[in-house]
């Protein structure tokens, strides 16, 4: 926007000293962008006032409530253009071209190899040069079509990347992001890739030593983190965070050769997400219990009313992950949630997509196939669960079918279900299998407790309620590599 024009003054002795008049007198351009506001969505190129500046769209995003995304605290969301004076008008003025492309729509992976991932884009309106594909800040390619090769890759390797298109009056706004994994590679071990969900405070804890030591199972997830009053964090929110049984057990779970994924939430008990009041408090929370431990990685296992289908909390959680991400990129972010049999729901759908559109590059999106109507034959069940998930995760990311099988995970339950859905041994493996075949991140079960016969014994917290050996559904998962 140009600046305020000066009265043209016809006595033409009087122009040398407006001249230099001008820089002292002249006042900020009116504000006659909209007002910016909480809960709209912008798209790139949008101008809108804020504090008394004109600010334009980078990238189309939603201003959700309460992420405090305001333009003056965003920078990568916008441009500050300068001041201006007054107030923007309630309703948007009529806009003219700024002269740069819209922002290139729907990038996707089309395709990838060991060294490199194919994409493609819609292509932008307006008059364009080109389009330069950008991992982070750095350029990767610059093309004049709408799709490209990024090669030279490492096999085994994630990337995430935006496009942006050119002409001789700037850059438009980055497209949505996407996120693909190289083929080929090994899963590093270092991942909690097969890791079972065990309860220190339920059901006849076992000492982890002797289950390592009979089944080769390396990592475990440890539950509960909860809240110990406000946003302090403590298992089950009760037992010291650290110096009790917790720390004793992964004491001796990293001195049998493996490590732990502590996991925060759970269906009941006092949690972190709602009583963290803003997403940089929870990020803190979760720090906490990182630096305690110097972990690898985290599970957030979010459910039931207070944070699954609560927006506020649920939006919360995803917002701290990302902060948690971008403060430990090495630190692997899991999130685990219900499903239906034909794959997960509404609130599992907007979790998904807060993380696309945030962009808080969670690692692991999984699934807890059970109590959840799945029938006789729970391997089955489980697979249409986990291939809706493929899709939603493919139609939110624009990912393949090979990265978004390797950001799945799926955590059954051994046994008997809650609802008397019974996941025998030899279900249980060929569940094995299907992650193992397609390469999945991540594989646990709810819990090592219970793996334990007692057939005809129900659903209690010691054992699996059918016939089995001692630690099979844990030996089973220990073959799994991803």
Request: hydrophobic share 35%.
């Amino acid at each position: 926007m140009a600046g305020a024009a000066l009265a043209v003054v016809t006595t033409m002795a009087l122009v040398p000293m407006l001249s230099a008049q001008a820089a002292s007198t002249a006042v900020a351009a009116a504000c006659t962008a909209p007002n910016w506001a909480e809960g709209n969505t912008y798209t790139a190129g949008t101008q809108v006032t804020y504090q008394g500046h004109t600010y334009q769209a980078l990238q189309t995003h939603t201003a959700y409530p309460g992420a405090g995304w305001n333009p003056a605290a965003t920078p990568s969301l916008w441009k500050d253009l300068g001041t201006c004076g007054g107030t923007g008008p309630t309703t948007p003025p009529p806009t003219t071209s700024s002269g740069v492309p819209s922002a290139p729509g729907n990038l996707r992976i089309t395709a990838t190899t060991n060294t490199s991932l194919a994409l493609a884009w819609n292509a932008s309106t307006g008059t364009v040069t080109g389009y330069r594909v950008y991992e982070g800040s750095t350029v990767k390619a610059t093309v004049t079509g709408t799709s490209t090769t990024v090669s030279g890759l490492s096999a085994g390797t994630t990337h995430t990347y935006t496009v942006k298109a050119y002409n001789g009056q700037g850059e438009s706004g980055a497209s949505n992001s996407v996120t693909g994994t190289t083929t080929g590679g090994t899963t590093n071990p270092g991942t909690g890739t097969a890791a079972p969900y065990l309860y220190m405070g339920w059901g006849d804890p076992p000492n982890p030593q002797t289950v390592q030591q009979a089944t080769g199972i390396k990592w475990f997830t440890m539950a509960f983190v909860l809240s110990s009053g406000g946003c302090t964090p403590a298992w089950d929110g009760s037992r010291p965070l650290t110096g009790g049984v917790d720390q004793t057990a992964i004491n001796q779970i990293r001195a049998g050769g493996g490590d732990v994924v502590p996991s925060f939430g759970g269906w009941q008990g006092n949690k972190l997400g709602p009583n963290c009041s803003t997403p940089q408090a929870l990020a803190g929370a979760y720090q906490t219990v990182i630096n305690a431990y110097g972990l690898k990685a985290i599970d957030i296992d979010i459910e039931n009313t207070d944070e699954f289908e609560n927006d506020t909390v649920r939006n919360r959680i995803v917002d701290a992950l990302k902060i948690v991400k971008q403060n430990n990129p090495s630190l692997k972010t899991i999130v685990t949630f219900g499903t239906a049999t034909t794959g997960p729901g509404y609130y599992a759908q907007q979790l998904i997509s807060r993380a696309q559109s945030t962009g808080a590059n969670i690692d692991v999106f999984t699934i807890m196939p059970f109590d959840f109507g799945g029938g006789a034959n729970m391997y089955q069940s489980t697979v249409s669960a986990s291939e809706g998930l493929k899709t939603m995760l493919k139609s939110t990311f624009g990912w393949d079918d090979a990265t978004a099988y390797r950001h799945m995970g799926i955590s059954g339950m051994n046994g008997l279900s809650d609802q008397q859905e019974n996941t025998s041994p030899a279900q249980w493996q060929q569940i094995r299998d299907y992650a193992q075949n397609n390469h999945l991140a991540r594989l646990a079960f709810w819990s090592v407790n219970r793996d334990r016969p007692c057939p005809g014994g129900g659903v209690v917290s010691n054992c699996s309620g059918v016939a089995q050996n001692n630690w099979q559904y844990t030996a089973i998962t220990a073959t799994f590599t991803g």
